[in-house]
């Protein structure tokens, strides 16, 4: 409604407007008018100008060129109506040319009426209060009426229309198929339905709508005990196939989803029975492991899966049968057995009367004690040569040699090889001497004598003490004398566990057994009397090896006494002590002295003589000048041993004296033992001590002297007592020096000795490498190499802790420069490796070590479609295994088809996950065989036997025959589409 002064324009009628232009009747050609609404006209709204009130109304041609009467209501068109068109309203009369008004009180309206038109799109070219005007300017209230003719309101567009899918009605079960029973048609609610254990059920499923992808379909089946596979297969466009194989009795519950809605048709509940029919062929053995004579064998037999039965074994060799007892435990049968002798025995197995297979498993038991080893090897070898033995088999029945030689730091390196004759030739090289253990087992148990514990020793490691044999000449003889005793000392200390045994050839050709005193520090002193006149050989064994240099020459020449003065002794109370004017007497013995006679003159003076003299002190006097002739006495003899002397009724002075030999001594420098590490190597910047000990040299005091090329070194002597010295001295420089040594001035036996000062060891060169510095593994020895060539000479030191106990550690020497270290952690957790030379940390030491548990593959998983029977064209060779929990270890699988080895595809997302995934591309119908290990050992269910066809019915046979079964057994089951979608 329009309010327009004090009336409401209710309707308004429409006239054409005549080819004269003028207002009133419409022209004979034109149609009556036609009355509306005004509010029809408010509400329609055109967006463009060729809308117009016309397309409402098309019979109404006046909306063309016309104009338009307004009036207050009905009566008043109808009263308009029958004057003709010509009666004017007693109050308002409103036409498209003319609109006038009475004046009203109020015009309130007047607004209201303005701003209707401003909605409708018209610009007003009044103002309200003009338009209230009763003297308003008539053709502008005409122009304004006028635009109303085509108002130019916009159409608000349509709110759009958002379509609701419901995902879950594209897509509905159509069967249930039960292995062995046929199809269930399928209907448009949930499904309840009884299978049977170990009996596939298969959900037929369409797709109706082309919108659905093959990824928004997925699968979830709740299980009653451990959770069971589903798998998804897409059969043909629109058809897909959801199966799984109930393993225990209960209710299945299979629910399928469309982008997360449930399906028509699901969830399906399948309540499996027990399956009573007895299957033979689902019997699994677990494992049939080989086993000692007199050893309880035990093996698995699953018959959990093979339906109602009885089973019996029977495990012969011939005529001899084994005693068998069983044990049951949930569906799996415990065999026990024992065997009294060796060979290889056929294992029977019956289920419900019938063999679960045709080609029956055999046993193989063995006989370890029936091995023989024998040779040099198992008792002694020697370093850095070649050992052997032979080990003979024959009576133990198949199995497998296993040798292992560990030496006191190091383990060696060993060889077997297979003879024709069907022993085995065993060979080791030592590396270093010491008390080797040699284990020996057959099929991993040890043979009789095992372990072996032979001694290996090295007798070029023997040494004689002083460098050279003593009484060696420049030739390289040992030169001695007939009837006189012979003494040589030697160290075994770095030789090994061996014996020192020596034998003296004479010039007649006899052989003189040596004797020799061994000492608990090494130390070994031959000691013999040569014999004979002319050239000998002496023999020097160390665990019957010769030594180096052995044979000695030595040569005897007959004895000859010489001229010793030091060997006269003199006795008497005259000797020592004389009073003046007193005859003394004193007696001289030089029956040891050698052939000569007393030339000794005595001069007295009776103005000097003391009166006393001391002879006890170590300075005799040598001569005596005479000044009164008359009292002189001379004394000698060749053939009296002593000689009675005296002296008297004289004076004499005493003049010229000199420090003589202790007359009950004798020096021997040969006799001064040098021993130490710095007596022949030495450390820079570092106090160097050796000893020098002459207890058996005689009198005296050492004389040292340290000469290098580029310097001489300063060598300090401290005496420890009993003619033993301490000598320290500190090289600045490294390289070559000459030890120069002596006792009481003459040279000792083996001077100058040479001494090699070693640069200091740079322990930051030292570098370790190897897989060990990653992970190792408890229970299991490790190799780390350590290469110290460019670090100089030094002294290698490791330790290894773990959480709380400390591994073993053992060092090699590979005498190259570099060391093998190897490391037995005793427990899993993180280590710490302390590798120190020349007492300070190599580089990288401390190392963080972590030790993995040992390898456990029965913790291994294996599961998928990979390992499904399948048809050929719709195969999907992948499968996952899960190595959680399995320790540290190394994935290997192996696939063999019809025509061999098949390659393999492995791949890890992340090296922090455990999972691995698997494919392979099966090409040809046939049998393949999966060898999965963790460490060289079979996983849980490997070798997995898969079987590709051709046909679905070919399929459902194989299935049936050999039924694969594949779980994740961590309580969460995932969607396993056989392709990847």
Known sequence: MMKQGNYDIEYAEIRGRGSNGKTGKPVSTSPAPRVIPISDMYRQGYSEPKDSLADKYPEDDYFKEGGGVAFTSYNHYNNHKSNGGSTTPSKSVYTSHHIRKTKTTSSSYTPNGIEAGSRLGIKPNITAEQLADPDVDDLQVM???????????????????????????????????????????GTYGPMNIDGVVNQKVSLGLMVLDNRVASADITAELDSPGKPTQINLRKVSGNQIEASFMPTEEGVYKVSVFCKGEVITGCPVRVTAAP???????????????????????????????????????????GRVQLPVRFTHDKGVYTIHT??????????????????????????????????????????????????????DPKGAGKGELNVMVEGPNSIAKCNIDHNSNGTYAVTYTPVEVGLYTVKVTWNERHITGSPFHPRVTDSRKVRILGGVPPGTDIDGIIRSDVGKAYSLETSTAEAGPGKLTAMVKTPSGKR?????????????????????????????????????????????????????????TIMGEGARLAKVYRQSEFTVDGSLAGPGRETDSYHYSSSTYPESYDYSSST????????????????????????????????????????????????????VLVFGRAARS????????????GMYAGPGTPGVRMSGIKTDIEIQLIPQGNNVYKAVYVPELPGAYLLHLTWSDRQVQGSPFKVTVAARPNADKVTASGNALKMLVAHQTSRLIIDSREAGSGELTARCMGPTKMAEVHIGDNRDGTYSLLIGPAEAGKHVLEVKYGGEHIQGSPFHLRVASAPDPKQVRCFGPGLEHGILATFNGRFICETRGAGAGQLKVRIHGPKGAFKVQMKRND????????????????DYTIQVKWSDQHVTGSPFLVKIVDTQEDLKQ??????????????HVENGWVEDI
């Not at 019997?283 to 699953?302: G, T």
């Open 958 to 971: 194989v299935q049936k025959d050999f039924p694969t079964h594949t779980y994740r057994q961590n309580g």
């Open 620 to 671: 005799y006097p040598r001569t005596a000048v005479s000044k009164h002739h008359s009292s002189k006495h001379h004394h000698s003899s060749s053939s009296s041993s002593s000689q009675k002397v005296s002296k008297a009724n004289a004076s004499s002075t005493y003049s010229g004296s000199k420090t003589l030999p202790n007359p009950k001594t004798h020096i021997d420098a040969s006799k």
């Open 143 to 185: 122009a304004y009426a006028a635009s109303f003719q085509h108002p130019k309101m916009k159409i608000k567009e349509p709110p759009k229309v958002i379509e609701v899918i419901r995902w879950g009605e594209l897509v509905k079960v159509t069967a249930v198929t039960l292995e062995n029973q046929g199809d269930i048609e």
């Open 911 to 926: 090296n922090k996950d455990r999972t691995i995934d698997v494919r392979y591309n099966p090409v040809e119908n046939g």
């Open 338 to 391: 024992k065997a009294k002798e060796a060979g290889t025995y056929v294992v029977h197995i019956r289920w419900d009367g019938e063999p679960i297979t045709d080609d029956p498993m055999k046993i193989d038991i063995f006989d370890p004690s029936k091995c023989r080893a024998t040779g040099d090897g198992l008792a002694d070898a020697k370093e850095d040569v070649t050992a052997l033995f032979l080990v």
């Open 275 to 317: 399956d009573n029919a007895s299957m033979p062929q689902s019997v699994r053995v677990v494992s049939v492991p080989s086993a000692a004579v007199d050893e309880d064998l035990q093996f698995q037999v699953d018959v959990s899966e093979a339906g109602k039965g009885d089973i019996d074994v029977e495990i012969t060799k």
């Open 512 to 568: 003189q057994a040596v004797p020799i005193e061994t000492q608990a520090d090494g130390t070994a002193t031959l000691n013999f009397i040569v014999k004979e006149e002319g050239e000998h050989e002496l023999h020097i064994f160390f665990a019957e090896s010769p030594i180096k240099g052995s044979p000695f020459r030595l040569i005897a020449k007959p004895r000859v006494l010489p001229v010793d003065h030091n060997k006269v």
């Open 682 to 693: 030495a450390e820079p910047h570092k106090k160097n001590e050796f000893t020098i000990d």
